[in-house]
């Protein structure tokens, strides 16, 4: 028995079978039109069918030397379980009062699929125990089991961004999709591109989609598939199983992040017919110029090259393996030579207060002797003992160029006493300047900060190497810190060993929003991280070797 997808894949079957042996008798089961008898050498029937009990019953497992499933990938599913869980009593049917038949014999259940893997993670050895046999589809264009290619991809301002992804098979969502590439702008440069590129192929258009009805559907491919009318568009319908030999051009307008669906995509033009004097097929893509979303499958990505690195413009199998190899050469290319020391300066953290330098950012340092304290992301402060604040911060906008505003907020009043009033010590700020360099930048506030806020000897103060920064943190700054920190310490940090200066280095950064910054990169890098290893695991589940399945 073989089980298949729909009627169209089980007439395939059927009829390649009465053809390899034409003295076998070959049934089919499925809908009214096609009644099998039971008893047949071979039956092929569609798993719906099947899952029916009246039409299940004529079918005794013990006569069965085996159920062969096509496009198995499927075969994970719960449907499939249910059906298959009558020949194995390993294979778990969904449903839990369900009592497997007693066979005398077991029955082998083989399938065979071109995408030997499933996209959602529901593991096939929930009903196979191993694969036998594996080929990549460019080993079979390489070995001429299919036909040749020539590969095109168009870069085109395609922006995925906003399209949402499928949390199940990590694949956009097809509503989302269509809202960025069913624009009359897409569609026009896919018209163009087929004109431009494969006009001397084909010349006129028929449509097939979901709503198109059964009847019409089956007499369009059947007069595609004669050769009646040259060109079929079609929206996923003919991706899985069709059997259209005579295809020599296939144009992706569908952006996809699975290397399955891409692959059953291009696979349609890939058959061999010599009948109908076919050479090679055209394989024409679309990728995003600006390259905005990792992860999309294209003509690049299948052999590991970048697409916005090369232009593919009619490419064979064997030049894009050459493409590929010199990119992998590259990237192995050993001429750099070992290092004779390594250094390593950490700025993620910016509360390493156990180091004399917690706080300062080295490369502040060599611009001024003044203590500016680093708050992460282009955020500099120096605290005018008391007097205020100076605050460098970089602005990016799109109608300026780039650069570094600075503005001192000056003290009103002193800390103990704005919080006995509950009001703010600090009255609005003034711009003292702005650069497009940062060194000038400090330089230009460390002119004013001497000269306008800090005045005489008492300069000597803003200094890094200042006497006051070497005594002991004061009580009242450890227990700042320690209010402040208290789920970043650990229990074996010595605070009461830190400087005046080192403990007035991590207020100013908590008064900056170092911290808060700090906890957003560290969630963002968490999240990336996370979103990593479940796009590593998607791909990991396309991957098909040779060997036992896991059960998970």
């Given at each position: 028995m073989q089980a298949a997808g729909d009627i169209e894949l089980?007439?395939?079957?059927?009829?390649?079978?009465?053809?390899?042996?034409?003295?076998?008798?070959?049934?089919?089961?499925?809908?009214?039109?096609?009644?099998?008898?039971?008893?047949?050498?071979?039956?092929?029937?569609?798993?719906?069918?099947?899952?029916?009990?009246?039409?299940?019953?004529?079918?005794?497992?013990?006569?069965?030397?085996?159920?062969?499933?096509?496009?198995?990938?499927?075969?994970?599913?719960?449907?499939?379980?249910?059906?298959?869980?009558?020949?194995?009593?390993?294979?778990?049917?969904?449903?839990?009062?369900?009592?497997?038949?007693?066979?005398?014999?077991?029955?082998?259940?083989?399938?065979?699929?071109?995408?030997?893997?499933?996209?959602?993670?529901?593991?096939?050895?929930?009903?196979?125990?191993?694969?036998?046999?594996?080929?990549?589809?460019?080993?079979?264009?390489?070995?001429?089991?299919?036909?040749?290619?020539r590969f095109t991809t168009v870069q085109a301002n395609i922006n995925l961004d906003g399209v949402t992804v499928n949390s199940r098979t990590g694949d956009f969502n097809a509503t989302s999709l269509a809202h960025v590439i069913n624009t009359d702008t897409i569609n026009q440069l896919v018209v163009q591109t087929w004109l431009d590129r494969a006009d001397d192929l084909r010349s006129y258009a028929r449509y097939v989609y979901s709503k198109t009805p059964i009847a019409e559907r089956k007499a369009l491919i059947a007069s595609f598939k004669a050769g009646q009318f040259p060109v079929l568009v079609n929206c996923a319908i003919l991706t899985e199983g069709a059997d259209i030999p005579n295809i020599d051009c296939v144009v992706v307008a569908r952006p996809t992040r699975s290397r399955n669906v891409f692959v059953q995509m291009i696979g349609r033009g890939m058959r061999l017919s010599p009948d109908t004097g076919k050479k090679d097929c055209r394989i024409i893509d679309f990728v995003d110029s600006a390259n905005r979303v990792s992860g999309i499958m294209s003509t690049p990505t299948l052999f590991g090259l970048d697409p916005a690195d090369l232009v593919i413009e009619d490419e064979t199998l064997e030049s894009l393996e050459e493409k590929s190899s010199a990119q992998i050469a590259l990237q192995d290319a050993d001429n750099v030579p070992d290092p004779e020391s390594v250094t390593y300066t950490d700025y993620e953290d910016p509360f390493a207060f156990i180091s004399k330098f917690s706080g300062l950012s080295p490369h502040i340092n060599q611009l001024s002797s003044y203590a500016w304290v680093g708050c992460g992301s282009d955020i500099y402060v120096l605290e005018c003992l008391g007097k205020g604040f100076i605050r460098i911060e970089k602005v990016e906008a799109t109608d300026v160029p780039a650069h570094f505003s600075a503005r001192f907020t000056p003290a009103a009043l002193d800390r103990a006493t704005a919080a006995g009033l509950k009001v703010s010590p600090f009255l609005r700020s003034r711009r003292i300047l702005q650069s497009e360099d940062l060194s000038e930048a400090i330089k230009g506030c460390d002119t004013y900060a001497k000269t306008k806020v800090v005045f005489g000897p008492m300069a000597i103060g803003l200094l890094r190497s200042a006497r006051w920064r070497k005594a002991p943190a004061t009580p009242q700054q450890i227990a700042l810190v320690t209010k402040r920190l208290k789920k970043t310490l650990d229990d074996d940090h010595e605070l009461k060993n830190i400087t005046k200066g080192e403990a007035a280095n991590i207020i100013t950064r908590l008064k900056h929003g170092a911290k808060r910054r700090h906890d957003q990169k560290v969630k963002q890098a968490s999240v990336a991280t996370k979103a990593a290893e479940k796009e590593r695991a998607r791909r990991a589940r396309e991957e098909v070797r040779i060997g036992p399945l896991p059960l998970v």
């Open positions: 089980a007439r395939q079957s059927a009829e390649q079978v009465a053809r390899l042996f034409p003295s076998w008798t070959v049934q089919i089961e499925q809908g009214v039109k096609h009644l099998a008898s039971g008893t047949a050498d071979v039956t092929v029937a569609t798993y719906q069918t099947l899952l029916q009990p009246e039409r299940f019953a004529k079918f005794d497992p013990t006569r069965l030397k085996a159920v062969i499933i096509d496009e198995c990938h499927h075969a994970a599913a719960p449907s499939y379980l249910k059906l298959l869980s009558h020949f194995d009593s390993n294979i778990r049917n969904p449903d839990p009062n369900f009592e497997p038949p007693t066979l005398q014999h077991k029955i082998p259940i083989i399938g065979f699929s071109a995408t030997l893997s499933r996209h959602d993670g529901i593991a096939l050895g929930s009903v196979f125990e191993r694969i036998v046999y594996h080929r990549d589809f460019l080993s079979m264009i390489k070995d001429q089991w299919l036909s040749g290619v």
